[in-house]
Nanobody, 124 residues
Framework: VQLQASGGGLVQSGGSLRLSCSVS????????LGWFRQAPGKEREFVAA????????SYKDSVQGRFTIDRDNAKNTMYLQMNSLKPEDTAIYYC??????????????????WGQGTLVTVSS
């Protein structure tokens, strides 16, 4: 499975960005997909995830209500719509795939495949 994230950039506080993650190599519906982020000097953290069929989602508390994760298995693509961005959202955002049976996982070590990351910078 190969993943490639795109859509990052520089935006002012309160603005919006939409990240995309193109996935190739396997049957996409067999994988939960997730977004993680890593800010300078900090550990990588969970942001959001969506089940293989797209019928279940999970969010980090601080992005709940501002970010929306979605996927289009026909297009082999996952999205992260980010609204009301804050400076603390500044980070490199990574997309990842987890071949996991059952509930969505929020732990990075349970994701087997990772994209290269896209930088999101929110200015105050």
């Amino acid at each position: 499975v190969q993943l490639q994230a795109s859509g990052g950039g520089l935006v002012q506080s309160g603005g919006s960005l939409r990240l995309s993650c193109s996935v190739s190599g396997r049957t996409l519906s067999n994988y939960h997909l997730g977004w993680f982020r890593q800010a300078p000097g900090k550990e990588r953290e969970f942001v959001a995830a969506i089940s293989g069929r797209g019928d279940s989602t999970s969010y980090k508390d601080s992005v709940q209500g501002r970010f929306t994760i979605d996927r289009d298995n026909a297009k082999n693509t996952m999205y992260l719509q980010m609204n009301s961005l804050k400076p603390e959202d500044t980070a490199i955002y990574y997309c990842a795939a987890s071949f996991t049976i059952g509930a969505i996982v929020r732990v990075a070590t349970l994701y087997q495949y990772w994209g290269q990351g896209t930088l999101v910078t929110v200015s105050s």
